[in-house]
């Protein structure tokens, strides 16, 4: 690069900083959108999955950025996170000390939340909580993900638990993917906590797995009707989620990804703690 294309760069960079807008990629490299199972505090205790995170992580392109939406966080009209580091949210019960003394501290960003305030003006107002930190939906996965914690996070509320509306959340925040940002979606596709199995002794019962095979077709067709109306039309779903904010960040991801071309595939998989799928979605 000559002295005037550096200087050139550094001065879009700085207009492109005072819009609230990230730089496109020079290398061109588009990131995908991912839905993740984000498994609870002791997922990090787990050697096998803490390894498949990490491996998904090393076969991602490297993300300028991170914006998640968590299963943990509603909260209306959308609302960013802390843009600089802060606390995180230990935003579960009962479980030994050492749970609670886990820390993350990524950096901050408050470039990207300009970003998505602009991406999301024509939808309403954008709200901020600067003291909200990122919650064990956020943090749990990105420590075995990005272990450093040196990529920005930033985390967005979910606005509703209505399907269609966060598909066309994600939809305008779409741009971030070809700007380096991984807009990540955490929750688990199954979820019923009154059905646990800690001990992994018991068989993964049958609508689980019906309720799973249904989701991963529906998923690799990218079937917007079918996933949008999952409450009606997929097997099982009373059982499978007696309530639906595990389900709809998927719904947020896809639409982050609708216009990318490529199939959806699925990094991780299996089941955990009996019902739960680990399904795992990469969008583009």
């Known amino acids: 690069m000559t002295r005037r294309e550096s200087l050139g760069v550094m001065a879009a960079g700085a207009a492109a900083a005072a819009a609230g807008k990230l730089l496109p990629r020079r290398e061109g490299t588009e990131m995908p959108a991912i839905f993740l ?8 205790d787990m050697d096998e999955w803490v390894a498949k995170l990490a491996a998904w992580a090393r076969a991602l392109p490297r993300p300028r950025a991170i914006l998640v939406l968590s299963a943990h ?5 959308p609302t960013l ?22 820390t993350y501290p990524a950096p901050g960003a408050p470039e990207l939340a300009a970003r998505v305030r ?27 993900m990005y272990p450093e914690a040196d990529v920005p996070v930033l985390q967005l509320s979910l606005p509703s638990l209505d399907p269609r509306e ?16 991984l807009v990540m979606g955490s929750g688990f596709l199954t979820h019923n906590l009154r059905l646990v199995d800690f001990d992994g002794t018991a068989p993964v019962p049958a609508w689980a797995l019906d309720f799973d095979g249904w989701a991963k077709d529906a998923l690799a067709r990218e079937d917007v009707a079918a996933l949008v109306d999952f409450q009606r039309v997929a097997p099982a779903v009373a059982t499978a989620l007696p309530t639906t904010e595990h389900f709809v960040p998927v719904l947020a991801a896809l639409g982050a990804a ?23 979605v990469q969008f583009g």
Request: glycine share 10%; net charge neutral.
């Open 37 to 44: 199972a984000h498994g609870a505090p002791v997922l990090l």
């Open 73 to 77: 966080w509603e909260r209306r009209p």
């Open 81 to 102: 996170g802390a843009t600089q580091t802060v606390p995180l949210v230990y935003d579960f019960y009962g479980f030994p000390e050492r749970y609670y003394r886990q």
């Open 118 to 144: 602009s991406l999301l003006a024509a939808r309403g107002p954008v709200a901020d909580a600067p003291d909200r930190g990122l919650d064990h939906g956020a943090y749990v996965p990105l420590v075995a």
């Open 166 to 181: 966060l598909f066309e959340l994600g939809r305008s925040l779409a741009p971030l993917r070809r700007e380096g940002v």
């Open 258 to 280: 609708a216009d990318s071309g490529a199939a959806a595939t699925f990094p991780i998989e299996g089941f955990v703690w009996g019902p739960f799928t680990r399904r795992s």
